[in-house]
């Protein structure tokens, strides 16, 4: 009885560790690229258990990311890119500035079944390609909306009164959704033409319908107010508009404003979550994820690098057991918390995790070298301000002298001759003393303008070095945790991580001037006090 009750114990002090750490997992991204590094990754989808992965001008398939990425397909350099892709279980579709193409095969064999005598019309933007399985797609192109139930054989063209350029397109329940530059629009697949749900903020010329007008409007006016990107989920509509995300639950008659705060860039994809009930957005400066309770928006940046932006997020599945980040350098997966599920930590030794990094530097520590080595101290604005008024108390002193010499001479004139006579030097000098004083600085110093330029200059710098630190410093936490927790048994994995590790360390050291390596003791030094 002993026995069931010790580990009835063990049992649900395991089960309380391992709910803990999942709930309280910072979840962290992954780069996928694997033998494709630093690619402009632009579209992904999961079709038949294979991703399939579209970059400017290739097309890369994997069963399993790690074992690497294979070419499938490849347009030839020219004015030729590749925008989009879909599919499902074998077929896939790629959608390029000139035409649409489609493998039967699983990416062996392609073919073009979309293409017109029209430019605008051939380059295919975006596509909905998630009813395959009854043959439907529909794709967005420069120059409207074009419709298939037969998997690309045959086209209809329901552009009908919608000629803008499309940039996204879904099918739900029957009903077409259409994000242009000038709006949404909606049809069912048997209506005549297009109405409008949401109007873009840009002013319309008098008498301007859904036609596109005469003159192109100015670039960043048309871009900034277009429907980017949009997603569906249930009764609930989101779409994207330059930096803002707006909704609707009533078909699109009435739109509300998402709560903005958190989040940073334009708004460039909309993932709403079945399964987990959660909200991801992506923009050209991250990813983020909406936090209801807070109604704001967290940003999803740990493992990703600075200044990346991010073309498109998706899940790998309708299970949705990871999130896919597609940008201008790369793949990257998001590794959730539930890789702390599986940890082995020894529940009867309190202190694991503190021992764990006991002997290095606690991040405060790190933050102090951090500013002393940049030497961007608030202290030392605030000594600079002290000395300019005290400059005032500080005399102007000015010192001189000067000399004089001079020689007179009398001229004297007679009936037969002419006299000079020299006189004795006359010698002159003397010199001067003045001190002055500007109590005015006292009050108000010219310095002090400059002082502040250089102090909000200082202001930036630091938070750019503190958030550099923050994120290499969790990141290598992180590391060393997964290493310790459950070291990988696969020789190559383990390499990677523990070259990670070094990548960070040395990061860290090259911010603080080597402060983590010279103060970071041994294990058997910690273990001996």
């Known amino acids: ?128 390609s998630s009813m395959l399985p009854s043959r439907i797609i529909i794709i967005g192109t420069e120059n409207g909306v074009f419709y298939s139930d037969n998997s690309g054989d045959g086209w209809d063209n329901i552009s009908a009164n919608l000629k803008d350029r499309i940039n996204c397109v879904s099918l739900k329940d029957g009903v077409i959704f259409a994000g242009g530059d000038s709006g949404l629009y909606f049809r069912t697949a048997k209506a005549r033409g297009w109405e409008r749900l949401f109007v873009a903020s840009r002013p319309e010329k008098q008498g301007e319908g859904l036609e596109a007008p005469e003159e192109p409007a100015e670039e960043d006016e048309e871009m900034s107010d277009a429907v980017r990107c949009m997603s569906v989920k249930g009764k609930r509509l989101y779409i994207g508009i330059g930096k803002d995300i707006k909704y609707s639950d009533d078909g699109g008659k009435s739109w509300r404003d998402l709560a903005r705060e958190g989040l940073a860039g334009d708004i460039t994809g909309i993932l709403p979550s079945e399964k987990f009930g959660k909200l991801y957005c992506s923009t050209e400066r991250g990813v983020f994820e909406f936090s209801a309770e807070d109604d704001r928006w967290r940003e999803l940046y740990k493992g990703i690098g600075k200044n990346v932006s991010i073309n498109s997020i998706i899940f790998d599945g309708g299970d949705e057991r990871h999130l896919w980040a597609l940008t201008d350098k790369g793949i990257f997966r998001m590794e959730s918390g539930s890789y702390m599920m599986d940890q082995r930590i020894d529940v009867e030794k309190p202190g694991t995790l503190k021992a764990l990094f006991a002997g290095e530097p606690t991040f405060r520590q790190l933050q102090k070298a951090a500013i002393d080595f940049a030497e961007v101290n608030p202290e030392k604005i605030k000594n600079w301000r002290t000395q300019a008024r005290l400059k005032a108390l500080m005399p102007k002193v000015s010192c001189g002298m000067d000399s004089n ?105 090259d911010l603080t001037g080597n402060y983590l390596s010279e103060n970071a003791r041994k294990p058997e030094e910690v273990k001996g006090k």
């Open 1 to 128: 009885m002993r026995n069931v009750m010790v580990c009835a114990v063990i049992l649900t002090a395991l089960v309380i560790v391992t709910h803990y750490a999942f709930g309280q997992a910072q979840d962290i991204w992954v780069g996928k690229d694997g033998n494709i590094r630093n690619v402009y990754a632009k579209d992904m989808v999961s079709s038949g258990g294979d991703f399939y992965l579209a970059t400017k001008s290739e097309v890369y398939k994997s069963r399993d990311v790690k074992e690497g990425w294979q070419p499938v397909f490849s347009i030839p350099a020219g004015g030729n890119e590749i925008n989009c892709i879909g599919g499902y279980s074998r077929t896939v579709f790629i959608g390029t500035k000139r035409g649409l193409f489609r493998s039967d095969d699983r990416g062996k064999k392609w073919s073009n079944v979309f293409r017109t005598v029209i430019p605008g019309k051939n380059c295919v933007n975006c596509m909905d």
């Open 405 to 509: 010499r001079s020689t007179n001479y009398q001229i004297y004139t007679s009936a037969t001759k002419d006299y000079v006579v020299g006189g004795p030097d006359d010698i002159s000098g003397g010199w001067d003393f003045s001190i002055s004083w500007d109590l005015g600085d006292l009050v108000w110093g010219t310095d002090q303008t400059s002082i502040d330029v250089r102090s909000r200059l200082m202001v930036q710098l630091r938070n750019d070095i503190l958030d550099d630190l923050r994120r290499a410093y969790y990141e290598r936490r992180r590391v060393q945790y997964e290493l310790a927790a459950e070291p990988p048994q696969d020789p190559k994995v383990r390499f990677e991580k523990e070259l990670r590790l070094s990548e960070l360390t040395q990061a860290i050291d």
